[in-house]
């Protein structure tokens, strides 16, 4: 049984605004026929012109929506860079700078939301618009591609995420330089694709030379320099190297706490990590500790329902169990399922993580059937979210078959072992 492993630096941070971040001023269209032409089918119809007063407060709102997104208010951040959007749009035309560039923080806080698709395709748009008029090698060309990448990582599109990063590094190197901090943040992110891609030992190589360049250019304690060590101890961590990654991240949540304070949440991350390597390392008493204080700061921070607070109670009750402790484990794993259900919805993947692990301590409690029921629950709300031949699913049916077999079930158990191999397989092996 273990606690999830969260994955680290998995937003990379946003790039400076851009000098198209304000209006500055009305772009018109020339319309066949002269300022007088009706309107026809073959005629585009004339754009209102705005005043200088509505791009001023067109400008007012779109800074008004990157300050809700500096303060975490995404949602609220999306509504705001939209509705600017659509105005930009019947004013200026949908390919004009500004236009853009609404669209793209509305891409951006999408991303923020968990709405990586609708993100995704808003980003190629942005791209591609602003490659038309910009070049391919334009900075804002450049963030928006890289922008895609992310979010095709976050829907486990990890190979296109990479030969993405790849290209936008190789136009940064070029244009920037290779020190360049918008080209390191970019090495950073292409490390954190190859850890993604299984690619362990050449993240971890990347996110050294990284670490290493950023510390001579932003400096050792530069918020940077600490996420690209952060992905080092990750990727240290990925490598069975526990005691390594241990120190690292004990190195990185300290400078966090004097750089960025004790509560932030990067500091609050790397003590998640901290708490995490403990109970790898077999040290789960010294873990139970680390977790008790980080899920008192998180509920401080946070409030108990957050889903931050609730990741350190869940690793908080892993440990529970790694010492034996199974009811402990067992209330704790059942509480934190049914405030993720409410919080996060029944399907949520932090959700049904919880609910396996009831199953986990009813199997260890003997209470074998018990287990097989919340397992069945499990598996079934991930085939349905995942796919039935998602790595996920298929572990989920894994857990049934290992209850079968100590139900005494043995055929059912076999039948399900072979539905499993034929999911693997491919389509239409399942009912060969």
Not at 63 to 90: F, M
Not at 150 to 166: I, K, P, Q, S, W
Not at 213 to 219: D, N
Request: aromatic fraction near 4%.
């Amino acid at each position: 049984m273990t606690a999830g492993h969260r994955p680290a630096g998995a937003a990379p941070p946003r790039p400076s605004p851009g000098p198209a971040d304000a209006l500055t001023g009305t772009w018109t269209r020339a319309l066949p026929g002269g300022p007088q032409a009706p309107a026809t089918a073959q005629t585009p119809k004339r754009r209102p012109t705005p005043t200088p007063e509505r791009l001023a407060a067109l400008a007012d709102r779109h800074r008004s929506g990157l300050g809700l997104g500096r303060l975490g208010r995404w949602a609220e951040a999306e509504e705001v860079h939209r509705a600017v959007a659509a105005e930009r749009e019947t004013y200026l035309g949908p390919g004009h700078p500004d236009t853009l560039d609404s669209r793209y923080e509305t891409a951006y806080a999408l991303s923020r939301t968990g709405r990586p698709a609708e993100a995704l395709d808003l980003f190629t748009r942005v791209a591609e618009g602003r490659e038309r008029t910009l070049g391919p090698d334009h900075p804002d060309v450049l963030a928006a591609r890289q922008e895609t990448a992310y979010v095709l990582g976050r829907l486990g599109r990890h190979a296109e995420a990479h030969a993405v990063y790849a290209s936008v590094l190789a136009s940064r190197e070029r244009t920037m330089g290779p020190d360049h901090p918008d080209t390191l943040r970019c090495r950073h992110n292409l490390a954190f694709s190859l850890s993604r891609l299984g690619r362990v030992e050449d993240s971890l190589a990347m996110a050294r030379q990284v670490a290493a360049a950023r510390a001579r250019v932003l400096g050792d304690a530069h918020p940077d320099t600490l996420v690209t060590r952060y992905e080092v101890a990750y990727a240290l961590g990925r490598l069975g190297r526990w005691q390594e990654a241990l120190d690292l991240y004990r190195e990185v949540a300290l400078a966090r706490a004097q750089v960025l304070g004790a509560d932030h949440r990067d500091t609050l991350a790397a003590r998640y990590e901290i708490a995490i390597c403990l109970g790898r390392l077999g040290r789960s008493e010294d873990a139970l500790g680390q977790f008790r204080a980080l899920i008192a700061d998180r509920s401080r921070s946070g409030g108990p329902a957050d889903p931050e607070t609730l990741r350190a109670r869940h690793g908080y009750g892993v440990n529970l169990g790694r010492l034996g402790r199974w009811e402990e484990a067992l209330a704790e794993a059942r509480d934190i399922a049914a405030v993720r259900g409410r919080v996060l919805g029944p399907d949520h993947s932090d959700t049904l993580v919880s609910r396996r692990e009831v199953a986990v301590a009813l199997g260890w409690l003997g209470r074998w059937s018990e287990a097989l029921t919340e397992y069945r629950k499990v598996s079934a709300a991930r085939a349905r979210v995942l796919g039935e031949a998602h790595p996920d699913t298929l572990t989920a049916l894994g857990d049934e078959v290992h209850c079968l077999e100590q139900l005494g079930s043995a055929e059912e158990a076999e039948r399900l072992r072979w539905r499993i191999a034929a999911l693997r397989e491919g389509p239409g092996s399942a009912t060969a």
